[in-house]
């Protein structure tokens, strides 16, 4: 699960770096990685990260849009 937090001034949701270099490459995670509660800032950004699931579902920040 990504946090609310940002890692350097970028969402952990939305942190290409933290998701798929170190998360998925780098320690072999094989799940599914969602948001936090209403964490995602975002769309493209998130699924360009790595995010597999906002939550809650469906999309909370495409319906906003």
């Known amino acids: 699960m990504s946090s609310y937090n940002c ?3 970028t969402f952990t949701s939305e942190h290409n770096w ?3 270099q170190v ?3 780098k320690w072999g995670y094989k ?3 969602m948001s936090d ?3 995602s800032h975002s769309t493209t950004p998130i699924v ?3 995010l597999d699931l906002e939550m809650p579902g469906p999309a909370a920040i ?3 849009h």
């Open 23 to 25: 998360l998925r490459i």
């Open 48 to 50: 360009n990260a790595g």
């Open 31 to 33: 799940g599914i990685v």
């Open 62 to 64: 495409a319906a906003r």
């Open 7 to 9: 890692l350097n001034g």
């Open 37 to 39: 509660w209403f964490g």
């Open 18 to 20: 933290l998701l798929t």
